[in-house]
């Protein structure tokens, strides 16, 4: 026997298959490849379709729509109240909680004598004062809630307002000890089942629940406050103001929708 | 027959195609290279080897990175798909070089060639017959006998004397025929 092939033998060694692509192998090597820099990184790339953006549109116009109709649902359209402001709906909200009484309340409220009011009344002012939250029964929290319904703000309003207006006013300010007293008589002469509404059990948890409530309410954009200014009225419009005290004096806040004016009161 | 790639490459030459992958790290450039050239070259490499798929896998993957390490050093003198063949027959070389230390340290868990008869269904498998030759020896065959090359060329990629080369194809071929006879012949 010859070490040379047979024509037998040449023709089966000639007929092995020659190629064979591995299964799978590709990727493997791709990603090899890209892990040694010779590839580029993969970039993820996003062909836009009619149909991906008709999505797109109608995902946008949902949210717009969306985004709107809560916005009308929470906030009623109207301006959102500054954070310093909001801190100071949380001191106020038992008694501005006595202002929310029904319309019905009030008509109900209208048959009775002012002596007889004002008897019922008492209890509800105190209770309202009681849940004044903790934080604001420090000394110098009850002295801005005292001085604010004693002295309304310095100066009276000189300009006539409408009933409504005048009851979201109530809301975001300090009344006088008759306003207050009158809408407890309201409070006071509801009935039962009304005030059980109210009653939180704990000071913090009826806090929270009162700036839900007012979150809830009817807002006022912007009220005219009037101060007399060495004999000059000064006719200011804001959000709400405040009076409080520091060891120089007493200072004025005046909330705005730009920020908080403060202005030291001379004099005291 | 190295065409494999995909059609919109299929106009583009080897040059071209990795001149795309090294400048701009194009991966259909490189994709259409590999579909090119991958299925000769793993056939070949899962032939010299006989260890099976994966073994043969791992090594075409190492020729492609170190193809594309040592470009630079490609002159373009010959064709892109026997620069590429020398890189992998490099590689297999290396590797059965591995498994004989490794046989010789009684590591090697890989199948020896076969001294026992096989049965008859396999007598007529010529490719597990070449499997079963020594390694030196089915190099030696593969390169000339299935691929074509001549002993200065085998000498060349395996760093071997052409006299070498010469005596690996008498002894393969004596022994596949004693393999394919069924004789179990041994050298």
């Known amino acids: 026997m010859t070490d040379e092939l047979t024509p037998e033998e040449k023709e089966a060694l000639g007929n092995l298959p020659r190629e064979r692509m591995p299964v799978g192998l590709e990727a493997r090597v791709v990603e090899a490849m890209r892990e040694h820099g010779f590839l580029e990184k993969r970039r993820r790339t996003i062909v836009l379709t009619g149909g991906r953006v008709a999505g797109l549109v109608a995902a946008s116009v949902a949210l717009v729509i969306g985004a709107y109709s809560i916005g009308l649902h929470r906030g009623g359209g109207e301006t959102v109240v500054p954070p310093a402001a909001k801190l100071m709906e949380a001191e106020r909200a038992p008694v501005d909680r006595a202002a929310k009484t029904p319309p019905a309340r009030e008509e109900k409220a209208e048959g009775i004598t002012d002596n007889e009011a004002r008897e019922a009344a008492e209890p509800a002012v105190a209770e309202a004062e009681q849940q004044v939250a903790p934080e604001s029964r420090t000394e110098a929290g009850k002295k801005d809630i005292l001085e604010s319904r004693e002295e309304k703000l310095a100066a009276p309003r000189t300009r006539p307002v409408s009933e409504d207006e005048a009851r979201a006013e109530q809301t975001w300010q300090a009344r006088p000890d008759e306003e207050a007293r009158a809408q407890a008589q309201r409070e006071a002469t509801a009935p039962p089942a009304a005030k059980t509404l109210a009653p939180e059990p704990a000071a913090k948890d009826a806090g929270r629940s009162r700036m839900m409530t007012f979150d809830a309410a009817p807002r006022v954009k912007k009220q005219s406050f009037t101060f007399l200014l060495n004999g000059t009225p000064l006719t200011v419009e804001a959000d709400s103001v405040r009076v409080n005290e520091d060891e120089r004096g007493r200072i004025l806040h005046i909330y705005t929708p730009d920020g908080v004016i403060r202005l030291r009161l001379a004099g005291d | 027959m190295h065409e494999m790639s995909a059609p919109h490459d299929s106009g583009r030459t080897d ?20 579909r090119r050239h991958t299925p000769r070259l793993f056939m070949l490499v ?11 896998e791992d090594v075409v993957q ?15 003198n010959s064709s892109f798909a026997t620069w590429l063949t020398g890189i992998g027959l490099h590689r297999v070389r290396d590797r059965i070089r591995k498994y004989a230390r490794s046989r010789e340290m009684g590591m090697d868990a890989l199948p020896e060639v076969a001294m026992a008869p096989d049965p008859p269904e396999a007598r007529i498998d010529l490719e597990r017959m070449i499997g079963r030759l020594p390694d030196e020896q089915r190099l030696v065959l593969v390169l ?17 004397p052409e006299g070498t080369s010469k005596t690996h194809l008498s002894n393969a071929r004596k022994r596949l025929r004693a393999l394919m006879s069924g004789k179990g012949a041994q050298t």
Do not use: P
């Not at chain 2, 795309?20 to 490189?30: G, P, R």
């Not at chain 2, 190492?62 to 373009?76: D, N």
């Not at chain 2, 000339?144 to 071997?160: N, S, T």
């Open chain 2, 15 to 34: 040059r071209e195609l990795v001149d795309a992958v090294l400048s701009h790290k194009d991966e259909l450039a490189f994709r259409a290279l590999y």
């Open chain 2, 46 to 56: 899962a032939r010299l080897l006989a260890r099976g798929d994966r073994e043969a």
């Open chain 2, 62 to 76: 190492e020729v492609w990175i170190h193809a594309f390490e040592s470009l630079g050093r490609f002159q373009w």
């Open chain 2, 144 to 160: 000339h006998d299935v691929e074509g090359m001549k002993h200065r060329e085998i000498a060349e990629h395996l760093g071997i």
